[in-house]
Each structure stands twice: as structure tokens, then as C-alpha cells.
């Protein structure tokens, strides 16, 4: 059974930082792209960053030079460094593995900006 496990979330001021963590557990054939993705309140689920296994990286707009995506391959594991905080930000932020064959999700974790 794949098991996603996000971590790192929490309360913090406009302008900190967090780093969110997930490990992927379990079998998973393949994994190809590795990604973040976020739901605030009323919105719908949006893209965050992507990485894929050769490392090449993918933002949204709005989090390009305040984010950090990155992955252990060895440990299955994807990272998110999030810098320069803003109120926007909060959401609840998913981790999500793409495998070869299915896709996969974390329960999320809460990520709050106060300004």
C-alpha cells in the first residue's frame, strides 16, 4: 500500500519560512514526477512545483525565487523550502508521485501566513 506523509507545516509571519516535507512509502513503479500542489479556502487545488527524476523543476508564477522544490530519489522524498512567506500563500499544500502506472496523494498538510 503507497502511503504519502507530508510534514512541516505550521503558523508562521509574513516574510518566514517553512520547509514541508513528504516520503513516499510502499511500492510505487516508476516515479516519475514528484510535485506540491495547494488549496486554499473556496479555491480550487492549483500546482505548486514539480520535479521530475532528472531534477528539472517546475513553479507557478507566483512562488518563482520564494520556493524550492527538491527530491532524495534513495529515500523517495520531495521537499519544499518555502521563503519570503506572503498571506496568499496559505493553503493546504498536497504532496502528490507520479508513478508509471497510477497517482498518488498525500492528506496534506496546513500551511499559515499571518500578516
Not at 17 to 23: D, F
Not at 40 to 59: C, D, F, H, M, W
Request: glycine residues 12%.
Amino acid at each position: 500500500q503507497v502511503q504519502l506523509v507530508e510534514s512541516g507545516g505550521g503558523l508562521v509571519q509574513t516574510g518566514g519560512s517553512l520547509r514541508l516535507s513528504c516520503v513516499a512509502s510502499g511500492r510505487i513503479f516508476r516515479i516519475n514526477v514528484m510535485g506540491w500542489y495547494r488549496q486554499a479556502p473556496g479555491k480550487q487545488r492549483e500546482l505548486v512545483a514539480t520535479i521530475i527524476s532528472s531534477g528539472i523543476t517546475n513553479y507557478r508564477d507566483s512562488v518563482k525565487g520564494r520556493f524550492t522544490i527538491s527530491r532524495d530519489n534513495v529515500k523517495n522524498t520531495v521537499y519544499l523550502q518555502m521563503n519570503s512567506l506572503k498571506p496568499e500563500d496559505t493553503a493546504v499544500y498536497y504532496c502528490n508521485v507520479k508513478g508509471a502506472i497510477n497517482d498518488y496523494w498525500g492528506k496534506g498538510t496546513l500551511v499559515t501566513v499571518s500578516s
